[in-house]
C-alpha cells in the first residue's frame, strides 16, 4: 500500500509559530500533495510537489519531499488561528495502474490564541 | 470558483435500506472518485471512475456498492443493503488531471447514519 502516515496525530502550538507535520510513505510516488479539512467539511488541495522536487513554497506553506526517505513535510510559518485544521497528506502511485490518490491519517493542528 | 456538489449533506436510513447518494462533478473534469471517512478517522479510497466504467476499486468496495454516472451530469454511489458500519462520510471528488497530476475538488460531504 502507497498510504501516507503523518506525524504526529495531533499538535497544539501558539498562534504566530510555527507548525510543523510529518509524512511517511510506502511506493514509488508521481507526486505527494497536502490537503486541509475543517471540522465536518470537505478536503481542500493546498500544495502539490512532484517526485523529482524537493521542496515547494506556496505562501505561508513550505513542503519539503525526501524520495529516499520516502517522507514530506508541511511548515506552515506565522499559525493563525484560521490555521485550527486536519492536515493530510497524499500520495499518486506511480503505476500508471495504480494512480489513486492515497491519504494518510492525518494531523489534527489547534491553533492556541 | 467550480464546485463539486453532494446531495444529501445528511441522510439517516435504517440497516438494511438501500442508499443513494449523489454528485454533481466540475463540468470539465473527466474523472470522479468516492472516498469516504469514519468519524475522527482517515480518508478512504472507495472507487474511481472514468470514460463511464471503474478505473480502480478498493477492498472496501464490494458488492453492495456501485457507481453510476446515469445522465453525463450526476455521479451517484449506491449502498444497496446498508451495515451499521457503512455509517461514515461519504466525499465525492472530481479531477481534470491536467499537466500530469491529479488534484482532487472535494465536495462537503454526505453524512450517512445507519441505525
Known amino acids: 500500500s502507497q498510504q501516507g502516515e503523518e506525524d504526529p496525530q495531533a499538535l497544539s502550538i501558539q498562534e504566530g509559530e510555527n507548525a510543523t507535520m510529518n509524512c511517511s510513505y510506502k511506493?514509488?510516488?508521481?507526486?505527494l500533495q497536502w490537503y486541509r479539512q475543517n471540522s465536518g467539511r470537505g478536503l481542500v488541495h493546498l500544495i502539490l510537489?512532484?517526485?523529482?522536487?524537493r521542496e515547494k513554497h506556496s505562501g505561508r506553506l513550505r513542503v519539503t519531499l525526501d524520495t529516499s526517505k520516502k517522507s514530506s513535510s508541511l511548515l506552515i510559518t506565522a499559525s493563525r488561528a484560521a490555521d485550527t485544521a486536519s492536515y493530510f497528506c497524499a500520495t499518486e502511485g506511480a503505476n500508471y495502474r495504480d494512480d489513486k490518490i492515497i491519504f494518510g491519517k492525518g494531523t489534527r493542528l489547534h491553533i492556541l490564541p | 470558483e467550480p464546485e463539486v456538489t453532494q446531495t444529501p449533506s445528511h441522510q439517516v436510513t435504517q440497516m438494511g435500506q438501500e442508499v443513494i447518494l449523489r454528485c454533481v462533478p466540475i463540468?470539465?473534469?473527466?474523472?470522479f472518485y468516492w472516498y469516504r471517512q469514519i468519524l475522527g478517522q482517515k480518508v478512504e479510497f472507495l472507487v474511481s471512475f472514468y470514460n463511464n466504467e471503474i478505473s480502480e476499486k478498493s477492498e472496501i468496495f464490494d458488492d453492495q456498492f456501485s457507481v453510476e454516472r446515469p445522465d453525463g451530469s450526476n455521479f451517484t454511489l449506491k449502498i444497496r443493503s446498508t451495515k451499521l458500519e457503512d455509517s461514515a462520510m461519504y466525499f465525492c471528488?472530481?479531477?481534470?488531471?491536467?499537466?500530469?497530476?491529479?488534484?482532487?475538488?472535494f465536495g462537503a460531504g454526505s453524512r450517512l447514519t445507519v441505525l
Open positions: 471528488a472530481s479531477d481534470r488531471r491536467g499537466l500530469g497530476a491529479n488534484v482532487l475538488t
Open positions: 510537489i512532484r517526485s523529482n522536487e
Open positions: 511506493t514509488s510516488i508521481n507526486n
Open positions: 463540468s470539465n473534469h473527466l474523472y
